[in-house]
């Protein structure tokens, strides 16, 4: 079971996309100078049930166009269940992971997918160096020149 902690609207995370995101707890890769470190603790927040994500969709019902999950690929058939539900609401998903790649079975329930650890020295999606990727998985399209800024 994962926990996560309450979910919040956030608007840049995937562009065009209104997102209810959850913060996952339980993130096991320990990335050097990782912004969410209050979230490792797997036992932090509460258990990140059907029933809990349920309740919050129908609270945000034509308000949201996708659901976020920042982590929770480490428990597979939890956030697999997870996604299918979002997916069955007619929402599209997306997972925000650390690691650099994800099974298969994962890929299929997700419309977005940003790979890649925290390197501070390399930066996050803004940087043109950076080492993470944000795509569109149906369409394959790198989207991270959607966080770049003017120069
Ligand atoms: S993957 Fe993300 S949450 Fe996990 S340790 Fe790295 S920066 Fe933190």
Same mark, same amino acid.
């Given at each position: 079971m994962l926990n996560a902690f309450e979910p919040r609207v956030v608007l840049q995370e995937v562009p065009g996309e209104v997102s209810l995101a959850?913060?996952?707890t339980g993130c096991p890769l320990a990335c050097d100078g990782?912004?969410?470190?209050h979230s490792w603790n797997p036992t932090a927040g509460t258990p990140?049930? +059907?029933a809990r994500l349920k309740q919050w969709l129908e609270r945000y019902a034509g308000l949201v166009s996708c659901v976020l999950f920042f982590g929770g690929e480490w428990d597979r058939h939890g956030l697999l269940a997870l996604l299918r539900h979002c997916r069955s609401q007619g929402l599209k998903t997306c997972l925000y992971t650390?690691? +650099?790649r994800?099974?298969?079975l994962l890929m299929a329930e997700l419309d977005y997918l940003k790979t890649g650890p925290w390197?501070?020295?390399l930066g996050g999606l803004d940087s043109p160096h950076t080492n993470q990727r944000l795509r569109c998985l149906n369409t394959g399209e790198s989207l991270n020149h959607h966080f770049r800024r003017a120069p």
């Amino acid at each position: 079971m994962l926990n996560a902690f309450e979910p919040r609207v956030v608007l840049q995370e995937v562009p065009g996309e209104v997102s209810l995101a959850w913060l996952v707890t339980g993130c096991p890769l320990a990335c050097d100078g990782c912004h969410s470190q209050h979230s490792w603790n797997p036992t932090a927040g509460t258990p990140l049930t +059907e029933a809990r994500l349920k309740q919050w969709l129908e609270r945000y019902a034509g308000l949201v166009s996708c659901v976020l999950f920042f982590g929770g690929e480490w428990d597979r058939h939890g956030l697999l269940a997870l996604l299918r539900h979002c997916r069955s609401q007619g929402l599209k998903t997306c997972l925000y992971t650390g690691r +650099e790649r994800v099974s298969g079975l994962l890929m299929a329930e997700l419309d977005y997918l940003k790979t890649g650890p925290w390197r501070a020295s390399l930066g996050g999606l803004d940087s043109p160096h950076t080492n993470q990727r944000l795509r569109c998985l149906n369409t394959g399209e790198s989207l991270n020149h959607h966080f770049r800024r003017a120069p």
